[in-house]
């Protein structure tokens, strides 16, 4: 599987990457937290370590470290702006629950 990314959380991370003027890609990852287990992580990756596998979608390389991708694998990143507020949305067909706040889930 891959993971990957919509338009719009392409143009996102382009965008970003662009003003930054530095920039491997995308980091993706997970670490433990919340009432569920696990949250993403969310960042832009200025380097690409021996461990990290790298996919590359709509032109941006999304990064993931070794131990998350087994979290990780075939999730669809988008991004939306919803009036004030605009977020990463994961859409993960491992998580198997969410917590109520949608800040943390489980897998199988």
Do not use: H, W
């Not at 004030?84 to 998580?95: C, E, G």
């Amino acid at each position: 599987m891959a993971i990957t990314l919509t338009e719009a959380a392409a143009t996102r991370v382009r965008t970003y990457l662009n003003s930054r003027g530095r920039g491997q890609g995308l980091r993706l990852g997970v670490k433990t937290t919340g009432c569920s287990g696990l949250a993403y992580v969310v960042d832009f990756a200025d380097e690409v370590g021996d461990e990290d596998t790298v996919y590359s979608s709509q032109g941006i390389n999304v990064i993931v470290a070794g131990d998350s991708i087994k979290y990780l694998d075939g999730t669809e990143i988008d991004y939306q702006e919803d009036g004030l507020s605009a977020a990463f949305k994961f859409r993960n067909p491992n998580v198997a629950d969410e917590c109520g706040c949608g800040e943390s889930f489980t897998v199988d």
